[in-house]
Structures are given as C-alpha cells and as structure tokens.
C-alpha cells in the first residue's frame, strides 16, 4: 500500500526552525511532484512550496527566503526546512506527491503534522 507519512512537527519560538520530513512507502518508482501546504485554523488550505522532477520549485511569497524544500529520491522523502519561523507560520502542514507507480502517476497526500510557533 502507498502512502506518505510525514514527521517533525512540533513547537518552536519564533525565529526558530523545523524540518519536515515526508516518506513515500510502498512500490514507488519516483516521485515527480512534490508540494507542502498548510492550513491554519479558521482558514483555508494554501500552497507553501511546489516543484516537479527535473524544474525548479515555486514557493509562496510568504515564505520565500526562509523556507526550503527538496528531495531525496533514493529514499523517496521530501523535506521541508523552515528558518526563521514566524508565528503566522503556526498552522497543519501537509506534503503532497504526484508519484510514479511504474503503472501511472497517482496524487496522494500526508497525514498532516502541526506546527505552532510562538510569540
């Protein structure tokens, strides 16, 4: 069974940091999209970083220069780093991937980990 489970939530002090950590378990062959959203309470879901194999990765604007996500496709885990973090920062992050299952390409989506940043 294919499923992306995600780790390294938690709480931090503004100006501190986290990393996120997605692992994408089961017969996969690649990862070809990988995405991070969040959602903060009261609020919809919003894009934080996006990029497909082989291009470069977009990211909101609000998170540009402090945000930081790549991948590992030996492990088949996608990474999230976040400096600087900011209470406004504060919300659910959940990773998302386009994989290549060798018969097709199937969108799936983390659990979700919480991230609060306080003041």
């Known amino acids: 069974q294919v499923q992306l489970v995600e780790s390294g939530g938690g709480l931090v002090q503004a100006g501190g940091s986290l990393r996120l950590s997605c692992a994408a378990s089961g017969s996969i062959f690649s990862i070809n999209v990988m995405g991070w959203y969040r959602q903060a309470p009261g609020k919809q879901r919003e894009l934080v970083a996006h990029?497909?194999?082989?291009?470069?990765?977009n990211y909101a604007d609000s998170v540009k220069g402090r945000f930081t996500a790549s991948r590992d496709d030996a492990k088949n885990t996608m990474y999230l780093e976040m400096n600087s973090l900011k209470p406004e920062d504060t919300a659910v992050y959940y990773c998302?991937?386009?994989?290549?299952?060798?018969?097709?390409?199937?969108?799936?989506w983390g659990q979700g980990t919480q991230v609060t940043v306080s003041s």
């Open positions: 998302y991937a386009e994989l290549n299952l060798g018969r097709g390409f199937y969108g799936y």
């Open positions: 990029g497909t194999r082989g291009d470069s990765t």
